[in-house]
């Protein structure tokens, strides 16, 4: 699901690049949108990055729950062979 959508954000990114390169310098109104979708994008995009940046956390934080677990069970082991 979240590569459809990532998908999707760089195909609009590639359209806004192309509609970049055609529009001309002097006109206003077709700049004017371009800065607008622009800024648009630039706002979905910054939301998906805060997103991956808390499941990157997430992901951390049980990365970090597991080892501590692991070590745990580790010592109970090593204290029931008597070491």
């Given at each position: ?32 949108a371009?800065l ?7 706002g979905?995009?910054m939301r998906?990055?805060?997103?991956l ?10 990365v970090?729950a ?7 069970a580790?010592s109970?082991?090593?204290?029931r062979?008597?070491?």
């Open positions: 699901m979240m590569t459809a959508k990532n998908d999707r954000l760089l195909v609009r990114l590639r359209r806004l690049k192309a509609m970049a390169a055609s529009v001309q310098p002097n006109d206003r109104a077709q700049l004017t371009l607008d979708d622009v800024e648009t994008l630039r979905e995009l998906e990055c805060a997103r940046d808390q499941e990157l956390n997430r992901a951390t934080v049980r970090m597991i080892t501590a677990y692991g070590r745990s580790q109970v082991r090593a204290l062979r008597g070491h």
